[in-house]
């Protein structure tokens, strides 16, 4: 799989897309972003994203709440891309939680256009459960400092090439929430287009338990 592959988030909509399954979603399990998380609550930044051979997209991602879980800080990261069958939004919600230098999913929660919003059960979230680092640094040799230019503007960013050989990473420490800039892929790219501030949720009406017979119902 390609570095892009790993930390796009397109992956997870495009199995809900075609038809989702609760054994889709345990094999396809959540996104694999990387960077250096810095939750700031309120704040995000949207990409524009291509791969090899396909249309370039765009997706969004912005921090959108914080409780406590456990004792530990946990932030609500969103996730939304546009659905260009129905015209809508497409919205994934992570309560993600840093233990130790790992991020842990306390909860999932998911709406499709049309749809009510939907919460992943837990043995959804144990089955689609992977563990992934929330510094890129602990992975990636450090390149050096560079300036560089993106649609959202110029950055004084610091350059990570993964070890993995999965591609390059430009992160600048005022974007949140994972400081990504740009990634350079093999066959694949993404830049950021857009700092978002003020962000607030988009999940509309109380989430119900993962059903996927209940696309296309209208939120309650």
Known sequence: MS???????AMIFLVFMAGASEAQFMRQGPPDMRGIWNPVVGAGAAYEMQAKGSEKSSMEMAIVGKESVGGKDGYWMELTM???????????KYLYV?????????????QMPGSPPMEMTQMM??????????????SAEDVGSESITVPAGAFS??????KDGSGDFWLAKNVSPWGLVKFQGKDSTMVLTRLITGAKDKITGTPQPFNPMAFGQQPQ
Not at 3 to 9: E, K, Q
Not at 82 to 92: K, T, V, Y
Request: hydrophobic content about 30%; glycine content about 10%; aromatic content about 4%.
């Open 82 to 92: 546009n659905d260009s069958r129905s015209g809508g939004e497409m919205i994934m």
């Open 125 to 138: 979230q144990r089955a689609g459960h992977r563990t992934q680092s929330a510094d890129i640094r602990n």
């Open 157 to 162: 960013t610091e350059h990570y090439r993964a």
């Open 3 to 9: 570095g892009f592959g790993r930390c796009s988030v």
């Open 98 to 110: 840093l233990d130790a230098q790992s991020m842990q999913i306390s909860k999932m929660i998911m």
